[in-house]
């Protein structure tokens, strides 16, 4: 994507100010908008300038094209020809997104995925796709080859062998779940107070590996234009479906597709323009919470947090009062929101969103507001991938996990099952603790006074940690204790990516982590907390497969 694209509202911010300075109306306009009370005055009186400016963007038509599809099965082609399966995959999707609904050319795009499927080993998925193939416009000419190929399939699917994403799901025994936090043990509670807002502190001593929470997003999204993954449920997928609609959706299954039409009907007309702007997740999940609560706008208030005494993830209620920290944001900050907010309203009025004023109104409030809440509270989706690492899938508003404060030195982690978050303790609680997860600036990778800078520009607080007030050195400064931690470990095994052997020593590592967690900090802790992570990585989401390679 080129700079433009990602640059588009900064493009579009800086066109409106000299679009104002040329009429000498910035200071005027500046006293107008800080004495708006409500965002959306804010956002209205945005809309009105930006409307009287001409800096609205075009609409970006997303039709199919047997042509443009045509394009992706010859790349597909030649990527099979040479045994890039992996590339072959990618392009047949992409035909198969583009190509028009009951043609020939979407047809032909199936079979030929089929055939990469069954080279990988992906018996089942090869059959729907040659079932997708004969449902459409495929070529009588061709059949034979196709039944061929079905014929021998069936002959051997009872072999396929494919790997997991991610391995089952924890639970949280009936007798150890929180009666107040849907999604928590009993080990924790939420308070809150003046200085430290909202936290979650333990309500007894919490062992290192002990599972926390395990929280499923009120909503989320994928990130960027994956051809592996569902848009509906982020599950990993070879052989996705497409909207019939657009050439930017695509799906696991007719079941998932459906579940989705709830939210997709009225992306589905703008996605091409969002991709041509360069929306990032920061716009993208928003928009989305806002799509998402459309009918229930009489029932958008700020109440107590823990409406009934009790804090829910699927209620969105608990998103609705995440802190935004509008009070701590400069107005040009807010500005620049209100620009976006006003660029995206405009769009969803070209698709003739909004039925009554009362939608408009609610769009506008629920919008700005998770403008601002997204850079603080909403949390990564992530794959650990063969000989990649970590990679970003998608993003989701997780009402619970949004409760912890950080720390540079933090005692949970987070794992990703599919888009479902599970919180581990990372090192020993003791009961009446605060519990702290981590931001993306750790002690052990980066120096105090850069951490701190980003958190104060990021999160508007200045770090207090135990890391931070007691100036911890970088991991290879760390104090040594004089032992080997990990000489027991075949850290080779963890980074080839050998999940049954990552479940084999995880207690092992665990029970090692709790013998050396003082004093703090030490190397020999450090890398043994590192293990551990390298443990749950791997038996989370993880893309170990030959067609992915």
Request: with cysteine; aromatic share 10%; glycine share 4%.
């Amino acid at each position: 994507m080129s700079n433009s694209k990602v640059n588009y509202f900064e493009n579009c911010r800086q066109k409106l100010l000299r679009h104002l300075a040329v009429t000498d109306r910035v200071e005027e306009i500046s006293k107008q908008f800080s004495s708006l009370s409500s965002n959306t005055e804010r956002v209205r009186f945005v809309y009105d300038l930006l409307d009287g400016a001409d800096l609205f963007p075009a609409f970006a038509e997303d039709l199919k094209n047997d042509d443009t599809a045509m394009e992706y099965r010859k790349k597909g082609n030649d990527m099979f020809k040479i045994k890039n399966n992996q590339a072959a995959l990618v392009f047949y999707t992409k035909c198969i997104a583009h190509a028009e609904e009951n043609s020939e050319s979407l047809a032909i795009a199936y079979a030929n995925r089929s055939a990469v499927l069954m080279e990988g080993g992906y018996f089942k998925e090869c059959l729907e796709d040659i079932a997708n193939a004969l449902s459409n416009s495929y070529p009588e000419k061709l059949k034979p080859k196709l039944l061929g190929r079905k014929e021998k399939c069936q002959e051997v699917i009872h072999s396929q062998k494919t790997p997991l994403y991610h391995q089952r799901i924890p639970h949280i025994p009936e007798k150890s779940r929180n009666k107040h936090i849907t999604c928590a043990s009993d080990s924790v509670k939420i308070k809150d107070s003046d200085d430290l807002g909202k936290h979650v502190v333990a309500t007894k001593d919490i062992q290192l590996g002990d599972i926390i929470a395990i929280e499923e997003p009120f909503s989320h999204i994928l990130v960027g234009e994956y051809t592996s993954h569902c848009r509906g449920c982020l599950q990993l997928c070879f052989n996705l479906i497409p909207c019939q609609n657009c050439t930017k959706a695509l799906y696991c299954s007719i079941s998932c597709k459906d579940k989705a039409r709830s939210y997709h009907q009225y992306e589905c007309k703008l996605l091409k323009t969002f991709v041509t702007l360069g929306m990032d997740k920061m716009k993208m999940l928003p928009l989305k919470i806002a799509i998402t609560v459309k009918d229930i706008h009489d029932k958008i208030r700020n109440t107590d947090f823990m409406e009934n005494g009790e804090y829910r993830s699927d209620r969105y209620q608990e998103i609705h009062n995440l802190v935004d920290n509008q009070d701590k944001r400069s107005m040009s900050d807010v500005f620049g929101r209100c620009i976006t907010a006003s660029i995206i309203y405009h769009l969803m009025k070209l698709i003739s969103f909004f039925t009554t004023d009362d939608e408009e109104e609610t769009f506008l409030l629920v919008l700005l507001k998770h403008l601002q809440t997204a850079p603080c509270n909403f949390h990564q989706i992530f794959d650990f991938v063969e000989r990649k690492g970590t990679v970003e899938i998608g993003a989701g508003a997780y009402s619970f996990l949004s409760m912890f404060n950080h720390s540079c030195s933090p005692n949970v982690v987070r794992q990703c099952y599919g888009s479902t978050n599970v919180l581990r303790a990372i090192r020993s609680i003791r009961a009446g603790e605060q519990l702290f997860d981590n931001y993306g600036y750790h002690y052990a990778v980066e120096p105090k006074e850069s951490r701190r800078t980003s958190l104060r520009e990021q999160y508007f607080f200045e770090c207090s940690c135990e890391a931070c007030e007691q100036d911890w050195p970088l991991y290879s400064s760390l104090p040594d204790l004089g032992v080997e931690a990990l000489d027991f470990l075949s850290l080779e095994r963890l980074t080839r990516g050998d999940v049954g052997y990552a479940q084999e020593i995880l207690e092992q590592v665990l029970e090692a982590a709790r013998k050396m967690e003082e004093p703090q900090p030490n190397k020999q802790f450090a890398e043994l907390q590192e293990a551990a992570k390298q443990c749950f990585l791997l038996i989370g989401n993880f893309v170990k497969d030959p067609i992915m390679q």
